[in-house]
């Protein structure tokens, strides 16, 4: 593996600023989860400008529905989910401050746009290597929407989380570039 | 629950020989991950991935066996008990508009097929979400032949890109009707890693279509490399003078399936 950076959120936009698509990054701290149903929701609240029951504010979320806690675990496996499917919320919640999102799969043009214009970067995991992620993360509370199950918002303590940026805040998209790297 | 806790040990060497050609370091990388959370899953008795499938059935159904009840009923008792003693996610939702998660995964999706003989073959092939939504059926015209189903496929990966969490495997289903193409090419998915087409002329349309995906350069997670799929299987059935139904099924690399026989 190349150079690894090591981030801890709340991230600033000084920290957004030094990370380049193909970064590796080990992210330890707290995150959200958040999928698409918690998502509507956010952004329901979002835009009748009322307050939302976490502050997104330099804070980064992580697209994930965990599988249920066996006995003796701290959580169940929780790789990334598809992320296109908060595409439609997510301009909204990076103008309320969010700087980072973890998850997998390509970004829409607006979510990619507005990550310039708020200065975020979009990190992916390894989908389906949820078994391994979930050895990184050290403590979870549902702080929201418990209603939802697996789609609740879960703080997570994280320790070392392996990610690679894949968007960053300069416009750059690891999926196209990648794909232009290794077409033969 | 053993479909969803320990990968297949074809696609493991999958895994493995990829490694091998992968050009990437990230995407090299991300093989690695995988092998290590399929070890981690096999050893702790846990899920593989967080989306535990949709459970689809295929029931062997032997002309000379009497089940006494309902089998379909056995069915989903039986997913009822995995996904809640087995700790999988449950990710069914009653009513596709108006509805709430079932709570227990069920029902399960059952591929009922009459077969002679006395006994009962049950596959279970838990399907996750980000995959299937990649996939699609097309109807074409009988002139497309076999170069506009390689052409289609071809299309239809390249603009799933990193959202089926490649590395993939690809179902193509060719012929039938519009209904039975896309079982066909869920039924594609059922075949092991190297596993070709009996039909030789299948079988090189096979190989030739993951030459050209793996050209492609998505790789691993789509984040450019060598390996974006571990296989492609082609199942065909007759068709109408008039159709050319083609369908692509996508399963990303947590290629799950178990088979029992009563």
Not at chain 2, 127 to 154: C, H, L, Q, W, Y
């Amino acid at each position: 593996m190349a150079d690894v950076t090591r981030m801890k959120p709340p991230l600033s936009d000084e920290d957004i600023l030094k990370l380049k698509i193909g970064d590796s990054v080990l992210i330890t701290g707290k995150i959200y989860t958040a999928r698409d149903a918690a998502h509507k929701r956010l952004f329901e609240l979002a835009q009748k400008g009322e307050k939302l029951p976490i502050d997104l504010k330099g804070n980064v979320i992580y697209y994930a529905g965990p599988a249920p806690t066996k006995p003796g675990y701290i959580i169940g496996p929780a790789g990334p989910t598809t992320s296109g499917r908060c595409d439609p919320y997510t301009p909204t919640l990076l103008a309320q401050g969010l700087k980072g999102m973890i998850g997998k799969g390509v970004r829409s043009k607006e979510v990619r746009d507005a990550m310039q214009e708020y200065k975020a970067v979009y990190f992916a995991a390894t989908g389906g290597a949820a078994a391994l992620i979930s050895k990184n993360i050290k403590a979870v509370k549902i702080v929201a929407y418990e209603d939802l199950g697996p789609e609740a918002i879960r703080e997570l303590e994280v320790e070392n989380f392996p990610v690679i940026v894949a968007n960053d805040a300069f416009g750059g998209d690891l999926y196209q570039e990648g794909i232009k790297k290794y077409k033969r | 629950m053993e479909a969803n806790y320990y990968l297949g040990d074809d696609v493991i060497k999958a895994f493995k020989d990829g490694l091998k050609r992968e050009e990437s370091a990230t995407g090299k990388d991300i093989l690695n991950q995988l092998l290590q959370n399929a070890e981690i899953a096999k050893q702790e008795d846990i899920p593989i991935c967080q989306d535990c499938g949709f459970a689809v059935v295929f029931l062997d159904l032997g002309t000379e066996v009497y089940v006494k009840g309902n089998i379909i009923d056995a069915i989903n008792e039986g997913v009822r008990k995995g996904y809640t003693e087995g700790y999988l996610r449950k990710s069914i939702v009653s009513d596709p508009i108006k509805g709430k998660n079932t709570g227990d995964n069920t029902p399960a999706i059952v591929h009922t097929t009459l077969v002679p003989g006395d006994k009962i073959k049950i596959t279970v092939a838990p399907k996750g979400g980000g995959s299937e939504n990649m996939s699609e059926v097309r109807m074409g015209k009988p002139a497309d032949g076999i170069e506009g189903v390689k052409d289609f496929v071809i299309d239809r990966v390249l603009r799933s890109s990193a959202n089926p969490c490649p590395p993939i495997v690809v179902g193509v289903g060719i012929g039938g009707t519009f209904e039975y193409v896309a079982f066909l090419a869920k039924k594609a998915l059922l075949r092991n890693i190297g596993e070709r087409h009996p039909d030789p002329f299948y079988a090189d349309v096979e190989t030739e279509l993951l030459q050209r995906i793996n050209k492609l350069g998505i790789g691993p997670m789509g984040l450019g490399g060598r390996i974006t799929a571990l296989d492609v299987f082609i199942e065909t059935h007759p068709r109408h003078i008039a159709s050319f139904p083609v369908a692509v099924n996508i399963n990303c690399h947590v290629a799950r399936h178990k088979t029992a026989i009563i």
